[in-house]
């Protein structure tokens, strides 16, 4: 039997959860990079099409021949996953996009501090840009707000998608900080995930799925600020980690080094122009 998984990064702990939870099948990724773009169309294809079952996030499949036909075609074997993100653990992340659509990139790859974007537009330096961390600053900012705000989200969007919403909450917040960054969930939340998706497509699992120690989605982390992990209830720190391979992390003064390195080499006025920077600096008062 093939499955075929869907999605965006999460498609790649889920896969390696279906292949110890059905050991005899064969489970492969359709990332939806590749289900957009035009070079791996016929890759898409072919997954699609020799798939016993297909396991998909919600794809609004590209209005192109073969693709969006493959995936009409597979309708009748495909089961729907949610995709999961929460940002309750760390509200300062943000995804940044210029003008032109453009993904602004700090020395964490696409993942921005609101608090340093903002310094930084606001010629802080990073000795400025470092005390600015701190519990007025966040609170200011809302953050302290975030944690119950997504749990409520994250719980409705589960439960719309048939899974045990306030047990697995509970269940996951009981092992500490379940997300990695805010859209990389830690690899027991997307096995209940999978679980769900597997058993709802009909597919038997085996009682006793070996653990998975090597967490795909591991490699990137965003820290839980002390002030705020105190108030969830968890231990916090301020050590930010690439994902590069053999990298070992970067301190809070790092942080604000490579970033303010990085969006030097912007086209002035980049970071200015974007609306949740510019809420930023005036919430922080540094216009």
């Known amino acids: 039997m093939k499955i075929a998984v869907v999605g965006n990064c999460q498609c790649e702990s889920f896969a390696a959860w279906a292949r110890r939870a059905i050991p005899d099948a064969e489970v492969t990724t359709v990332h939806l ?136 909450f509970t269940e996951w917040l009981g092992g500490g900080s379940f997300m990695h960054t805010v859209n990389h969930p830690a690899i027991r939340v997307v096995a209940d995930i999978a679980r769900h998706a ?28 002390p002030e705020i992990a105190r108030r969830i209830g968890l231990a916090g720190d301020m050590l930010f980690v690439t994902g590069h391979p053999g990298a070992q992390g970067l301190t809070l003064e790092q942080m604000i080094d490579g970033s303010f390195e990085a969006y030097a080499a912007l086209p002035p006025g980049t970071l200015a122009e974007i609306a949740t920077i510019k809420s930023a600096v005036a919430t922080l008062q540094l216009g």
């Open 33 to 168: 990079t590749c289900v957009y773009h035009p070079d791996y169309e016929q890759l898409v294809v072919a997954e699609l099409e020799t798939a016993d079952i297909v396991l998909s996030q919600g794809v609004e499949w590209p209005h192109h021949g073969p693709v969006r036909a493959a995936a009409i075609a597979a309708r009748p074997k495909t089961t729907h996953w949610p995709g999961f993100g929460f940002d309750g653990f760390h509200p300062d992340s943000a995804y940044l996009l210029d003008s032109a659509g453009g993904v602004v990139r700090s020395v964490m790859g696409d993942y921005n501090s609101r608090i340093i974007a903002a310094a930084f537009v606001a010629n802080r330096t990073p000795a400025q840009t470092r005390r600015l961390f701190n519990s007025l600053s966040y609170a200011r900012l809302g953050y302290f707000d975030a944690f119950p705000k997504a749990r409520a989200a994250a719980t409705l969007w589960l439960g719309e998608h048939g899974l045990e919403a306030e047990r697995l």
């Open 198 to 225: 597997l058993t709802q497509a009909g597919l038997e699992i085996r009682e006793d799925v070996p653990a998975i120690t090597d967490d795909p989605m591991a490699g990137c982390k965003w820290p839980i600020y």
